[in-house]
C-alpha cells in the first residue's frame, strides 16, 4: 500500500513539474496575414519571404504562429481590414491608398524583396500590336498605344501622369476578352505575373502573347504594412528583413522561386520604356532606377 501511494506522489509530482515547464514555455505569438491578392507563384513567395523573415528573429522575439485570412475581398477592403486588426496584422503592398484608407493606422516597412521586378512589366498583346511594337523607335511612337489596366491599380495612375493613354476594366479578367476587341493595345503586367497570367487563359486567348521587343519600368517600392497598434511587428520585420537581405538568404530564395525571369531577361536584349513614378520623389526614382539598372543595364536598350 505504502510503494502504491509513493508511485502515485511521484507521478503527481513529476506532472505539476511538467505543467510548470509549459506554463514557463514562451508563447507563440499569432500574426494574421491576408495571403490573397496576387498569382499563386508570386503569393507563396511571398508568404515564404515572411516566414524567413520571422525565422531570422525568433532568437530574439520569440516563436510565432502565423495565421492566414484567405477570404476573398478587394484590395481596398483588405487595407481597411488591416487598420482594422481583427482579421489582418499586416499586408504587403506597393501602396496605401484607396478609399476611406488612412495610412496613419498602419506602420510601413519597406520590403525590398522582388528587385525591382515588380516594375518590370511585360506587354501582352495581340499580333497586330506586335508588329507595331517592332516599329517603334522612340518613346513618343510608344506612347501613341493605349494600355488596359484594372480600374482600381496604382498603375492607372503611374502611367497617365507618364501621358499614357488608359483604358480601364472593371475586374483583371475583363482585361483580355477587351484587348481582342481591340479596345486598348497591350496589357502591361509585372515579369513575376506575366507569364502565369496568360498561361492560365491563353485556351480562351490564342491570339495573345507575350512581346519579346519592349517592356516597361518603373520604380515601383514594396511594403509590408503593419497595424499601428503593432510597433514591436513592424520592429520585428524590419530588423528580419535587414538580415535575410545581408546574409544573401532574399536572395536565395528569390532565385529558388524566380530563376526563370532571369533567364529570360538574359535571352534577348530589348528596348526598355522607362517611367517616372509620381507617387515617390524624383530622388528616389532615380534611386530605384539606378538599382534595376545595376542588375539588368545589360539587358535592355532604354528608349528614349
Not at 483583371?172 to 477587351?178: C, K, N, S
Not at 506575366?194 to 516597361?216: F, M, V
Request: glycine share 4%.
Amino acid at each position: 500500500m505504502g510503494y502504491s501511494l509513493r508511485f502515485i506522489w511521484l507521478v503527481f509530482l513529476c506532472a505539476c513539474c511538467s505543467a510548470a515547464r509549459a506554463d514557463s514555455a514562451p508563447q507563440p505569438v499569432v500574426i494574421k496575414h491576408y495571403n490573397q491578392g496576387y498569382t499563386p507563384l508570386l503569393r507563396l513567395y511571398l508568404t515564404d519571404v515572411l516566414k524567413l523573415v520571422l525565422d531570422k528573429t525568433t532568437a530574439e522575439y520569440g516563436p510565432y504562429e502565423l495565421q492566414y485570412f484567405s477570404a476573398a475581398m478587394s484590395a481596398n477592403r483588405s487595407k481597411l481590414e488591416t487598420e482594422k486588426g481583427v482579421h489582418i496584422d499586416l499586408l504587403f503592398s506597393p501602396h496605401w491608398r484607396g478609399h476611406f484608407v488612412d495610412p496613419e493606422k498602419v506602420i510601413a516597412v519597406e520590403f525590398p524583396v522582388l528587385n525591382g521586378m515588380l516594375g518590370l512589366r511585360k506587354l501582352i498583346a495581340t499580333e497586330a500590336t506586335w508588329q507595331r511594337l517592332k516599329k517603334t523607335e522612340n518613346l513618343m511612337n510608344f506612347k501613341s498605344l493605349v494600355a488596359g489596366l484594372g480600374a482600381s491599380w496604382i498603375d492607372v495612375e503611374i502611367l497617365k501622369a507618364n501621358h499614357i493613354q488608359v483604358a480601364e476594366a472593371q475586374t483583371f479578367d475583363a482585361l483580355f476578352p477587351m484587348l481582342v476587341r481591340g479596345r486598348f493595345d497591350y496589357i502591361p503586367l509585372s515579369v513575376l505575373d506575366a507569364q502565369t497570367a496568360l498561361t492560365t487563359r491563353k485556351i480562351n486567348y490564342p491570339g495573345l502573347s507575350l512581346n519579346r521587343d519592349i517592356s516597361l519600368f518603373y520604380p515601383l517600392p514594396f511594403y509590408l504594412y503593419v497595424n499601428a497598434h503593432k510597433p514591436e511587428l513592424a520592429e520585428r520585420l524590419e530588423k528580419g528583413v535587414q538580415t535575410a537581405i545581408a546574409d544573401g538568404s532574399i536572395d536565395a530564395l528569390f532565385e529558388q522561386h524566380f530563376f526563370y525571369v532571369r533567364a529570360d531577361i538574359r535571352t534577348q536584349k530589348r528596348k526598355l520604356v522607362v517611367l517616372n513614378n509620381p507617387l515617390i520623389s524624383e530622388e528616389r526614382n532615380a534611386f530605384y532606377l539606378q538599382q534595376f539598372l545595376q542588375r539588368y543595364e545589360k539587358a535592355f536598350e532604354i528608349l528614349e
